[in-house]
């Protein structure tokens, strides 16, 4: 009989990397690898008694903690919403920790 493979609770997972909130600041990816996205939310709308994000700053940053805060960041862009911010922070992140990022 096959067993069951018990694994730590990771929280919330999107495309094999985890995502941490902290307030407006929503992190993605790990931080013992090279690049993390950093995503802030920076306008939002209420619809029908929930949130939703109107503007999103996303940024590819390099997680070496011996670098400046600006100096970390590799690329940027802003987004109309939380689901584009999180579409194009998955794709820079995949391409960034497969080397095909400066």
Do not use: C
Not at 14 to 42: A, E, F, T
Not at 63 to 73: A, C, S, Y
């Amino acid at each position: 009989m096959a067993e069951a493979k018990t694994t730590k609770a990771e929280g919330l997972v999107y495309r094999g990397h985890p995502l941490r909130r902290v307030d407006n600041l929503i992190y993605y990816g790990m931080m013992s690898d090279k690049y993390i996205i950093m995503m802030q939310v920076l306008d939002t709308k209420t619809v029908q008694d929930l949130k939703v994000a109107t503007r999103v700053s996303v940024q590819l940053q390099l997680t070496d903690p011996d670098l400046k805060f600006r100096d970390r960041v590799v690329r940027k862009s802003e987004k109309d919403s939380l689901y584009a911010a999180m579409d194009i922070g998955a794709i820079w992140l995949e391409r960034a920790l497969a080397g095909k990022e400066k």
